[in-house]
């Protein structure tokens, strides 16, 4: 707020040149500057010429305007008569003066420039306890040294001093030299005129100084007016002057100076920045799977700061240029317009798949191709938080991508853009098929075994894929194709089901023997089969060319828990 009162103020109060003397004003209305009746006082008595200047800061040593007094109003001193006995043996009434109210009013040709709120109301001391207070205007020391730059003190309110009719304000803990005479102290918190400097307590020393309330202004005003002096006092309170005030404020410090400045570009960059980290996060995930959530961060981060520096005045006045270079580039139309189109394509041509498993499993590779003659596939492994992404372009038409889970079948998945799909490994993956054919084992076991040949066809929609013939070698009890399994595993299962069989008599001897017979198979690596294909498996006699067994499976799921035994009698 201290920057924003420094701002206001540097428009609003005037150097005040009345002979010798220098002091400040505050401009009230328009055409009349407000400041003590000390400063001008003695000028005015010697018809010596009385000067209001408003200072160009960014040029040292000139001002904006110069203007002379064209009327001054003056308070009258507060006359003290005191009776004493010093009086008494003189014979004569002594007459004291006092420099109060210490109010003075300077009319300027010039009737246009910025106007500082001057309300009209009463002060409640209990409220300037707590308060924090700045006073701003010249002083002298500075204009011996040919400089014209108003300075800002900090005060604190210390009481107040009553004497009669004479009522000042104390305040302390700051450094008020000659010259300020006549300065407006304003409240920091809400910016609110209290009243105008009146004199230091001391010019060496950060002691304060003495103010004049504004509600004293005000009486010494209203009693201008009532006397016919000046209707100045109708003037401060009408709705004319209030609502030109007000138009001043908001154009000089609006509201939501940056939305003036910059219209509706201020909203658009927040919202594109949250369309970016929503696609960050949508599609990419965690800070952890991606560094463009910090880059991101620290961009909000970058414009919050820009923001916040404007808002103010930056000390450093070649920092502030480079932060405000900055921010005309973000908020800069071009900028904005190629901002906006790359978040459109992001959002518009790019999808994501992700895979979940269980975080304590092995890491699974999975297979990705986003071509249908896999011309494009890479593979990646669900890492250690059991997940994985793959990221990809897409139309709003769709198009069709392949995810292989190792040991699973493949899933042809249609992806669209703006669409995120999540699978989890292994609910959504089916098993990828293994069949497993047992033969009897009273062939399995003789020479006999030579003499048969094991045709396999799979069909897949109607239409021949692979048509093949085995011929099993001696001693070879099963065959397998599809997924590559262990089929020692499966001994278990295979025991119970021989100790069924009422032939063998729960025979461990036979049992055993059997066992290894099955457990000696055969992997037919260049079978692929698929769910819903058709498995047709015939057994024929080489010699006469007979057939013994034709079965036709039709793969629903995995064949290895339900593996199929094909019993055939010899002819």
Not at 153 to 158: A, W
Not at 547 to 554: E, Q
Request: a positive charge; one cysteine or more.
């Amino acid at each position: 707020m201290a920057d924003s009162l420094i701002n206001l103020l540097q428009a609003r109060t005037v150097l005040i040149r009345a002979g010798t003397s220098i002091g400040t004003g505050t401009l009230i209305s328009n055409g009349m500057v407000l400041t003590c009746a000390h400063v001008v006082r003695k000028a005015y008595a010697q018809k010596k010429s009385i000067e209001v200047l408003l200072p160009n800061l960014t040029e040292p040593g000139q001002f904006i305007w110069n203007e002379k007094a064209q009327k001054v109003y003056i308070s009258k001193k507060y006359e003290e008569r005191i009776d004493s006995e010093e009086i008494h043996n003189n014979a004569e009434q002594v007459v004291l003066t006092s420099e109060y109210p210490d109010v003075a009013v300077i009319e300027i040709e010039r009737k246009t420039h910025a106007i500082i709120a001057f309300p009209y109301n009463d002060i409640v001391l209990e409220n300037l306890k707590d308060g924090q207070f700045l006073a701003f205007g010249f002083q002298k020391k500075d204009r011996d040294l040919h400089r014209n730059v108003p300075q800002a003190v900090s005060l604190n309110y210390n009481g107040e001093q009553r004497d009669g009719v004479i009522h000042k304000l104390i305040f302390d803990n700051g450094l008020i030299r000659p010259g300020m005479s006549g300065a407006a102290l304003l409240e920091r918190e809400n910016g609110q005129i209290v009243g105008i400097i009146h004199m230091t307590k001391n010019p060496n020393d950060d002691l304060g100084a003495y103010v004049i309330p504004i509600q004293t202004i005000w009486n010494v005003i209203e009693k201008w007016e009532n006397e016919g002096v000046t209707q100045l006092f109708s003037v401060l309170k009408s709705k004319k002057l209030k609502t030109l005030v007000q138009k001043q404020y908001r154009e000089e410090y609006p509201r939501f100076p940056l939305f003036k400045k910059y219209g509706i570009r201020l909203f658009v960059l927040p919202v594109l920045l949250f369309l970016a980290l929503w696609w960050v996060f949508f599609h990419l995930g965690s800070i952890q799977d991606s560094g463009i959530v910090s880059i991101l961060l620290v961009a909000i981060s970058l414009s919050g700061k820009i923001i916040g520096d404007w808002l103010g005045k930056d000390a450093n006045r070649e920092s502030g240029k480079l932060k405000n270079s900055i921010g005309k580039i973000l908020f800069s139309t071009t900028f904005l317009v190629s901002f906006s189109v790359i978040i459109a394509l992001l959002w518009t041509f790019t999808s994501s798949v992700w895979v979940y498993g269980n975080p304590k499993s092995d890491k699974i590779p999975i297979v990705f191709s986003s071509d249908a003659k896999w011309n494009y596939s890479y593979t990646k492994n669900l890492n250690s938080k059991g997940k994985t992404r793959f990221l990809m372009f897409s139309t709003p038409k769709g198009d069709s991508i392949t995810l292989i889970p190792e040991g699973r079948e493949a899933k042809e998945i249609r992806v669209q853009s703006f669409s995120k799909q999540e699978f989890y490994f292994p609910d959504d993956f089916f098993l990828e098929p293994a069949f497993i054919i047992r033969f009897n084992p009273t062939y399995s076991k003789r020479s006999l075994m030579n003499e048969y040949q094991v045709k396999i066809r799979i069909e897949r929609f109607e239409e021949k894929i692979v048509d093949t013939v085995f011929n099993p070698l001696k001693n070879t009890g099963s065959i397998t194709f599809g997924r590559k399994i262990d089929v020692k595993k499966r001994a278990a299962n295979w025991e119970e089901e021989l100790r069924r069989d009422r032939t063998i008599n729960n025979n461990d001897k036979v049992i055993e023997s059997i066992l290894k017979i099955w457990e000696n198979t055969e992997h037919i690596g260049s079978l692929v089969i698929k769910k819903d294909d058709i498995i047709k498996v015939q057994v024929i006699y080489k010699e006469k060319d007979s057939i013994f067994n034709k079965d036709r499976y039709t793969v629903r799921g995995d064949f290895t828990k339900n593996d199929k035994l094909l019993n055939f009698t010899e002819q």
